[in-house]
Every structure is written in C-alpha cells, then in structure tokens.
C-alpha cells in the first residue's frame, strides 16, 4: 500500500543502523524525514547526508528523527554511517519493500542501458504517523533548509 499525503502510513517495520527497528508507532510523537538516495559513498548522496548531519541538531530541535534509506546493506550503512559521522540512524531496504511501498524505484538510463534505480524522494511523516510532505525527484542543494522549514511548520508537533 502506498503512503498518501494527508493519510496515516501502513504499518511495516524495517531494520537499521545500529540495531533500531523502525516502525511508524515507534516514533509516536515525533515528526520523521525519510530521505531515499541511491547509493552509499556516492557524490551526491554523500552531500546529502552530510546536509542533513549538519541541520541534524535543528531537525532535534524541531521534534523531528531522521533516516536515510537506500538499498544497501547494514555493512556498506555501517561504514558510510561512520565515515561522515552520521549522528541519525540509516535503513537497509536490501529486499526494496520500503523502496517500492514509497514508490521511489524508478527506470533510469546509466551508460545507455535502462536500470532499476533509486529517485532522491524525501517523505515527512508527522507526530501521529500521518504522511505531510513529499519531495520526489529532488536535487540536493537547498533541499535539507526545504525539509527542516516543513519540520518546523508541522502544526502537530507546535502544541506539543
């Protein structure tokens, strides 16, 4: 079932970095960004990962956990993960089930030949686990100050 905005996520569990179990009611009352890139210790998606390390105190501040998903395995997260020196957890998606419930698996043409990639897809997930906010197809400047400004403006999180 895909998520849709405005509409609380299914349920569905997935396995990350440092033995966290994510589960949407294992973040009750917290807004969550999950952010989908391609590939581990690529250009882009290392750029992107230390944006949000770096507005990671902010994201705090805002009430709001953040997790980055790609298809990787716990071992290539754990290195990426200590190599930027990642303080939010990252989710291995090794079997692509959170990939294709969020929709981001996408054709794309690398070196002339069509292949099953990852669109950069970002989804902001509110303190009563209802979807708020998708950015798909991002490019990665100015995107995190774009997240954080949503974060921020979460009407559910404000009262709390």
């Not at 990939?99 to 509110?126: A, P, Q």
Request: proline letters at 4%.
């Amino acid at each position: 079932m895909t998520p849709v905005l405005n509409k609380s996520l299914p349920d569905f569990e997935a396995s990350a970095t440092s033995g966290v179990k994510f589960t949407p009611q294992a973040f009750a009352g917290k807004a969550v960004v999950l952010y989908f890139y391609p590939k581990d210790h690529t250009p882009g998606c290392t750029t992107e990962a230390m944006q949000f390390r770096d507005k990671h105190p902010e994201f705090l501040a805002a009430g709001a956990v953040v997790f980055g998903v790609s298809r990787d395995n716990m071992v290539s997260h754990d290195k990426f993960k200590q190599n930027l020196e990642l303080p939010y957890e990252l989710i291995a998606d090794t079997e692509e089930k959170l990939c294709h419930m969020f929709g981001v698996v996408k054709n794309k043409i690398m070196y002339g030949k069509k292949v099953k990639g990852i669109e950069r897809s970002t989804f902001l997930i509110d303190g009563n686990g209802v979807l708020r906010a998708e950015w798909r197809g991002i490019k990665v400047a100015g995107h995190v100050d774009e997240v954080l400004e949503a974060v921020q403006s979460l009407d559910s999180l404000k009262a709390a």
